[in-house]
């Protein structure tokens, strides 16, 4: 290993102004360095700041505090020796393979001859031979993201950002090209000396990376670092394989300590009315319980497993998951998901009976559903405008959040016949449409 | 397996397609040549040459007439890339630039050419030119704001990820500029251009006549040949004008639009292959021809090369923190308050004194009595084009034939057609006030029937199958199917038709044939008389007063009205 580092970030700190004045912090206290012939996973949920932090490393935002550097150099700008993959790939569509390819050379000024010669060889390398005068919109997802990858390469960077660059293809194709990716990578024949792969999908960040850096939100940070020692190519059903990505579920699931204020307690009860509730949706609630509570769970399911049954990615899957536990209808702990009496109850009931426990549970643990339903009680025309309760959630929360969090409180609270709520006019109230 | 070659040259030395392509260029240039010529002459050559109603002479005036319009449709584009983008680009000119650009796209074209001729007259004097820079502007000002307007659009939503990956592979603004931000927002660029060309024609015959005081200048062009031939009551003449008109409009539909529709399709960004892919001949001989393939390479090297010239400054441009211009901010905003006090205060002093509030109190009933017209009208059209366009559209064969029909009858000058309207009304002793009211909506109907087609159209098959499985028939599924399905379609339709009515007010209230002349009581009408006498604050009352009239039912009618239907009613 080298001793200077590729990349160094020191306490790199990352806020955005909300509209009351005050800043809304979404990435602390990130120390990360990346060394010379490593790829380095940033794992964590959507909103856990690791695209953010991507994205300040690649120059494209400015850290409200804290250092970047690389190579020793701070970092103000995107850097030369510092190329992107895109998840959505960002292909230019009204320009060719080849065109998208040399762009990033033309950017830089790169006689005529040489620009030709590198985006041939790089094109080449990714395996695109043949494609050069094809449009984006001729090929397929495959293709169009192995295009993102010659576009990178062929500016010959240090190092490579990866941004979710395989959660937009499907399952077969991705394989095929993180195993082509690790290829050429292992055989050196990539001009890169790092990688950082923002993901995620736990399997990929196993299958692929040295190190993982394991994040948690609210505000975004590093959890965990998790070194991955297994030799490559790594066998996804190689016991150790599974054994790390089981450490890494435990590890995501894991309840914050004591005493961690600001932390993931936010999004717990208990706080009053001011939590962030997350957009998931009554069937995918009961789903998930029958689903645990039938066999082979039994009431008692472990999550990577139930994730594969299910098909699910972790980004799908924990929120569902953890409004469960919100909702006292399961226990969230090292790794498992274990269903409450209710819970089995829920599961096992009715129609009618689902929704008077889910209506129990609801107004006994969402505060803002018990508070949206006293208001109601307590108003003579048993109505209050959405206005009142938005501008309530916002002295918590941003503009979006507040939307976000009062659709989800409808969404619950229209299952559970607490109230109704008229879109149109933007009126709660208590009476069910006739 | 052939060898890749990026950059294509000549091979062989000629395909059929160049011959085309070379006749095609040659026109080009003898027709610029031959209408230059004209300019430098002096005014009074065209008192000594009059106009002369022979249709032998119609090809020359087409091509006159032509020559403005694509000169003030190139104005028009060149007004879109930097007005645009520098309201896109600077949060603190767009604050202005918009609305602005929005007042200006509410000034009726009639109160733009009064009020510009003498500025213009006095650039070239005595000169042939100045009258065409009148016309040319009078044009410019029927096509731009839209154009603007749409490109102002794209710019602000070009993909995230796009902006991140030019910023991350260093691209210079300049670069991005061209190789992002234009391509993206091009194709509805070329589609608001489609728009404004219908637009100017049908003002034409408006800017081609300029009067100045009492002078009146008539420049060679279609549009004073149907001038002259209402002047001098001559149908047959009306006659030929209407068939060379089909043929100007053909021939750019041809040559021009679809080409451009065709080429445009490559900038979509929605990456699925479209199953219709737009095709064009005059595209294929352009691509096919080594010459003007030789051409496009050479102007993609220009491109290439001044992006090499303009050099990068090394500042992020996402993200940028505004809070230490607060100052700056100030600055602006005193700026624009101390211009806005300045103007009121001239409005004050130079206007308002010298009308009596009496005549203001006049003017703001004639708006009251265009409004109501405007209104029944677009209210008439729509019972009248609304089901036939669903008809239409969810009948594929059909469409594919109707459609194309209703876009050329949008960009067929209506108002060639009133003479016909005011024969009728002058022979029969009809009543004025009703029977050249449907004048206005006749050019501009048209956006209603094909909105109407393309929403019925985008209906899916399923929904339409769901409908059908359950029995909804009659009057139920026009209420509940079809009716909601195209009604955020019908909103654009009916906005677009809405404001080309009010335009069109100024030409329709008031029509001549011979020294008849047909009014009917409105804003449009005062307009017209307006500048007709050369009264300039009357001119600059009735500007002012439909100006006002069409901003606010875009907002407390139109807006809202849009954002309903896109939220509930929008398909997606």
Same mark, same amino acid.
């Given at each position: 290993?080298?001793?200077?580092?590729?990349?160094?970030?020191?306490?790199?700190?990352?806020?955005?102004?909300?509209?009351?004045?005050?800043?809304?912090?979404?990435?602390?206290?990130?120390? /990360?360095?990346?060394?010379?012939?490593?790829?380095?996973?940033?794992?964590?949920?959507?909103?856990?700041?690791?695209?953010?932090?991507?994205?300040? *490393?690649?120059?494209?935002?400015?850290?409200?505090?804290?250092?970047?550097?690389?190579?020793?150099?701070?970092?103000?700008?995107?850097?030369?020796?510092?190329?992107?993959?895109?998840?959505?790939?960002?292909?230019?569509? +009204?320009?060719?393979?080849?065109?998208?390819?040399?762009?990033?050379?033309? $950017?830089?000024?790169?006689?005529?001859?040489?620009?030709?010669?590198?985006?041939? $060889? $790089?094109?080449?390398?990714?395996?695109?031979?043949?494609?050069?005068?094809?449009?984006?919109?001729?090929?397929?997802?495959?293709?169009?993201?192995?295009?993102?990858?010659?576009?990178?390469?062929?500016?010959?960077?240090?190092?490579?950002?990866?941004?979710?660059?395989?959660?937009?293809?499907?399952?077969?194709?991705?394989?095929?090209?993180?195993?082509?990716?690790?290829?050429? +990578?292992?055989?050196?024949?990539?001009?890169?000396?790092?990688?950082?792969?923002?993901?995620?999908?736990?399997?990929?960040?196993?299958?692929?990376?040295?190190?993982?850096?394991?994040?948690?939100?609210?505000?975004?940070?590093?959890?965990?670092?998790?070194?991955?020692?297994?030799?490559?190519?790594?066998?996804?059903?190689?016991?150790?394989?599974?054994?790390?990505?089981?450490?890494?579920?435990?590890?995501?699931?894991?309840?914050?300590?004591?005493?961690?204020?600001?932390?993931?307690?936010?999004?717990?009860?208990?706080?009053?009315?001011?939590?962030?509730?997350?957009?998931?949706?009554?069937?995918?609630?009961?789903?998930?319980?029958?689903?645990?509570?039938?066999?082979?769970?039994?009431?008692?399911?472990?999550?990577?497993? *139930?994730?594969?049954?299910?098909?699910?990615?972790?980004?799908?899957?924990?929120?569902?998951?953890?409004? /469960?536990?919100?909702?006292?209808?399961?226990?969230?702990?090292?790794?498992?998901?274990?269903?409450?009496?209710?819970?089995?109850?829920?599961?096992?009931?009715?129609?009618?009976?689902?929704?008077?426990?889910?209506?129990?549970?609801?107004?006994?643990?969402?505060?803002?559903?018990?508070?949206?339903?006293?208001? /109601?009680?307590?108003?003579?025309?048993?109505?209050?405008?959405?206005?009142?309760?938005?501008?309530?959630?916002?002295?918590?929360?941003?503009?979006?959040?507040?939307?976000?969090?009062?659709?989800?409180?409808?969404? +619950?609270?229209?299952?559970?016949?607490?109230? $109704?709520?008229?879109?149109?006019?933007?009126?709660?109230?208590?009476?069910?449409?006739? | 397996?052939?060898?890749?070659?990026?950059?294509?040259? @000549?091979?062989?030395?000629?395909?059929?397609?160049?011959?085309?392509?070379?006749?095609?260029?040659?026109?080009?240039?003898?027709?610029?040549?031959?209408?230059?010529?004209?300019?430098?002459?002096?005014?009074?050559?065209?008192?000594?040459?009059?106009?002369?109603?022979?249709?032998?002479?119609?090809?020359?005036?087409?091509?006159?007439?032509?020559?403005?319009?694509?000169?003030? @449709?190139?104005?028009?584009?060149?007004?879109?890339?930097?007005?645009?983008?520098?309201?896109?680009?600077?949060?603190?000119?767009?604050?202005?630039?918009?609305?602005?650009?929005?007042?200006?796209? &509410?000034?009726?074209?009639?109160?733009?050419?009064?009020?510009?001729?003498?500025?213009?007259?006095?650039?070239?004097?005595?000169?042939?030119?100045?009258?065409?820079?009148?016309?040319?502007?009078?044009?410019?000002?029927?096509?731009?704001?839209?154009?603007?307007?749409?490109?102002?659009?794209?710019?602000?939503?070009?993909?995230?990820?796009?902006?991140?990956?030019?910023?991350?592979?260093?691209?210079?603004?300049?670069?991005?500029? %061209?190789?992002?931000?234009?391509?993206?927002?091009?194709?509805?660029? =070329?589609?608001?251009?489609?728009?404004?060309?219908?637009?100017?024609?049908?003002? =034409?015959?408006?800017?081609?006549?300029?009067?100045?005081?009492?002078?009146?200048?008539?420049?060679?062009?279609?549009?004073?040949?149907?001038?002259?031939?209402?002047?001098?009551?001559? @149908?047959?003449?009306?006659?030929?004008?209407?068939?060379?008109?089909?043929?100007?409009?053909?021939?750019?539909?041809?040559?021009?639009?679809?080409?451009?529709?065709?080429?445009?399709?490559?900038?979509?960004?929605?990456?699925?292959?479209?199953?219709?892919?737009?095709?064009?001949?005059?595209?294929?001989?352009?691509?096919?021809?080594?010459?003007?393939?030789?051409?496009?390479?050479?102007?993609?090297?220009?491109?290439?090369?001044?992006?090499? =010239?303009?050099?990068?400054?090394?500042?992020?441009?996402?993200?940028?923190?505004?809070?230490?211009?607060?100052?700056?901010?100030?600055? %602006?905003? &005193? !700026?624009?308050?101390?211009?806005?006090?300045?103007?009121?205060?001239?409005?004050?002093?130079?206007?308002?004194?010298?009308?009596?509030?009496?005549?203001?109190?006049?003017?703001?009933?004639?708006?009251?009595?265009?409004?109501?017209?405007?209104?029944?009208?677009?209210?008439?059209?729509?019972?009248?084009?609304?089901?036939?366009? #669903?008809?239409?559209?969810?009948?594929?064969?059909?469409?594919?034939?109707?459609?194309?029909?209703?876009?050329?009858?949008?960009?067929?000058?209506?108002?060639?057609?009133?003479?016909?309207?005011?024969?009728?009304?002058?022979?029969?002793?009809?009543?004025?006030?009703?029977?050249?009211?449907?004048?206005?909506?006749?050019?501009?109907?048209?956006? #209603?029937?094909?909105?109407?087609?393309?929403?019925?159209?985008?209906?899916?098959?399923?929904?339409?199958?769901?409908?059908?499985? !359950?029995?909804?028939?009659?009057?139920?599924?026009?209420?509940?199917?079809?009716?909601?399905?195209?009604?955020?379609?019908?909103?654009?339709?009916?906005?677009?038709?809405?404001?080309?009515?009010?335009?069109?007010?100024?030409?329709?209230?008031?029509?001549?044939?011979?020294?008849?002349?047909?009014?009917?009581?409105?804003?449009?009408?005062?307009?017209?008389?307006?500048?007709?006498?050369?009264?300039?604050?009357? #001119?600059?009352?009735?500007?002012?007063?439909?100006?006002?009239?069409?901003?606010?039912?875009?907002?407390?009618?139109?807006?809202?009205?849009?954002?309903?239907?896109?939220?509930?009613?929008?398909?997606?």
């Amino acid at each position: 290993m080298n001793d200077v580092p590729l990349l160094q970030c020191i306490d790199v700190r990352k806020a955005f102004p909300k509209p009351d004045g005050e800043d809304l912090l979404v990435l602390s206290g990130m120390n /990360l360095e990346l060394h010379e012939g490593q790829i380095v996973g940033l794992l964590g949920r959507s909103g856990s700041g690791k695209s953010t932090l991507l994205r300040l *490393i690649a120059g494209l935002a400015d850290p409200s505090d804290g250092h970047l550097t690389y190579l020793g150099q701070p970092i103000s700008g995107p850097a030369r020796g510092i190329a992107m993959v895109f998840q959505s790939f960002a292909l230019f569509p +009204w320009l060719t393979v080849f065109e998208n390819v040399a762009l990033g050379l033309e $950017a830089q000024r790169m006689p005529r001859a040489e620009i030709r010669k590198r985006s041939l $060889a $790089a094109i080449d390398l990714i395996g695109l031979d043949g494609f050069e005068s094809a449009y984006p919109r001729e090929l397929s997802g495959g293709m169009r993201q192995r295009v993102g990858f010659a576009r990178a390469l062929v500016v010959h960077p240090n190092i490579l950002l990866m941004d979710e660059p395989f959660s937009a293809l499907d399952v077969l194709t991705a394989e095929t090209l993180r195993t082509d990716f690790l290829d050429l +990578w292992a055989e050196g024949r990539m001009p890169i000396k790092g990688v950082i792969l923002v993901t995620h999908n736990i399997e990929e960040a196993v299958l692929m990376c040295d190190r993982i850096l394991v994040f948690g939100s609210n505000p975004g940070r590093i959890l965990s670092e998790i070194k991955v020692t297994l030799p490559q190519p790594r066998n996804r059903l190689d016991p150790s394989f599974r054994e790390l990505v089981e450490r890494i579920y435990v590890e995501m699931t894991a309840r914050p300590a004591a005493g961690a204020g600001g932390g993931r307690a936010e999004r717990f009860p208990g706080l009053g009315i001011g939590s962030v509730l997350p957009k998931v949706s009554s069937n995918l609630l009961s789903g998930l319980m029958e689903a645990v509570a039938a066999a082979p769970f039994n009431g008692k399911a472990d999550l990577p497993e *139930i994730a594969s049954d299910l098909q699910m990615e972790i980004d799908e899957l924990f929120p569902v998951a953890e409004t /469960l536990q919100l909702l006292r209808f399961a226990e969230l702990e090292g790794g498992d998901l274990k269903l409450t009496e209710d819970g089995l109850a829920f599961a096992h009931g009715d129609i009618d009976e689902r929704k008077r426990i889910f209506s129990r549970h609801l107004l006994t643990y969402v505060p803002l559903v018990a508070h949206i339903r006293r208001v /109601l009680d307590e108003r003579a025309s048993h109505s209050a405008r959405k206005s009142r309760f938005i501008d309530e959630l916002e002295d918590f929360m941003s503009e979006e959040d507040a939307e976000q969090t009062l659709r989800a409180a409808v969404r +619950w609270a229209r299952y559970a016949e607490a109230f $109704a709520y008229d879109d149109e006019n933007a009126m709660f109230s208590l009476e069910n449409p006739t | 397996m052939k060898r890749f070659e990026p950059y294509v040259f @000549l091979k062989e030395l000629a395909s059929r397609w160049d011959v085309l392509a070379f006749i095609v260029v040659i026109g080009l240039i003898a027709f610029l040549g031959e209408t230059a010529r004209g300019l430098f002459a002096p005014l009074v050559q065209l008192e000594t040459t009059p106009l002369s109603l022979a249709p032998s002479h119609l090809p020359e005036y087409a091509a006159r007439t032509t020559f403005r319009m694509l000169a003030a @449709l190139f104005l028009s584009l060149v007004f879109t890339l930097t007005y645009a983008t520098w309201a896109a680009k600077s949060e603190r000119a767009g604050r202005l630039l918009v609305p602005i650009l929005d007042i200006l796209q &509410s000034v009726p074209i009639l109160g733009f050419i009064s009020i510009t001729s003498v500025f213009f007259l006095s650039l070239a004097p005595g000169r042939v030119l100045g009258a065409e820079f009148v016309a040319i502007f009078a044009i410019f000002t029927s096509q731009a704001w839209n154009m603007a307007f749409s490109f102002y659009q794209s710019l602000r939503t070009v993909p995230t990820e796009l902006m991140e990956a030019a910023e991350s592979f260093r691209l210079s603004p300049w670069m991005r500029f %061209w190789q992002l931000e234009v391509p993206f927002g091009m194709p509805a660029l =070329v589609w608001n251009m489609m728009l404004s060309m219908s637009g100017g024609w049908f003002f =034409v015959v408006a800017a081609e006549s300029v009067s100045v005081g009492h002078s009146a200048v008539a420049l060679p062009g279609i549009g004073s040949y149907i001038a002259m031939a209402i002047r001098e009551k001559n @149908l047959t003449a009306i006659g030929w004008a209407i068939v060379t008109m089909l043929i100007v409009i053909l021939l750019y539909d041809q040559l021009l639009f679809r080409p451009l529709v065709a080429w445009v399709d490559r900038f979509r960004v929605e990456q699925e292959p479209n199953e219709r892919v737009p095709r064009s001949w005059a595209l294929t001989m352009m691509r096919r021809s080594r010459l003007i393939q030789g051409a496009t390479v050479a102007f993609h090297a220009a491109v290439l090369w001044t992006s090499r =010239v303009v050099q990068r400054t090394d500042a992020p441009l996402i993200d940028t923190p505004d809070r230490p211009r607060r100052s700056l901010d100030l600055l %602006w905003v &005193s !700026l624009i308050v101390v211009a806005v006090v300045l103007g009121l205060w001239h409005l004050v002093a130079g206007l308002i004194a010298d009308t009596r509030l009496a005549e203001a109190i006049h003017v703001c009933g004639l708006a009251a009595i265009t409004m109501l017209r405007v209104f029944v009208l677009i209210a008439l059209a729509s019972l009248v084009w609304v089901p036939i366009g #669903i008809w239409v559209g969810m009948r594929p064969r059909a469409a594919q034939i109707v459609q194309p029909i209703a876009q050329f009858m949008a960009a067929f000058p209506a108002n060639l057609l009133f003479p016909l309207a005011v024969y009728g009304i002058v022979t029969w002793k009809l009543n004025p006030d009703i029977y050249l009211s449907p004048l206005m909506i006749l050019g501009t109907q048209w956006y #209603i029937l094909f909105n109407i087609i393309a929403g019925a159209s985008t209906i899916p098959a399923e929904m339409r199958y769901a409908a059908e499985n !359950l029995g909804i028939k009659g009057w139920l599924w026009w209420r509940k199917v079809a009716l909601p399905a195209v009604l955020p379609f019908y909103v654009t339709g009916a906005i677009t038709a809405s404001g080309g009515s009010w335009n069109a007010a100024q030409v329709s209230e008031l029509v001549t044939w011979g020294d008849t002349d047909v009014r009917a009581r409105g804003l449009g009408s005062y307009i017209a008389d307006a500048a007709t006498v050369g009264n300039f604050h009357q #001119i600059i009352l009735g500007v002012g007063v439909m100006s006002l009239f069409v901003v606010v039912i875009n907002r407390l009618f139109w807006r809202p009205l849009y954002y309903y239907a896109e939220r509930k009613y929008r398909l997606t």
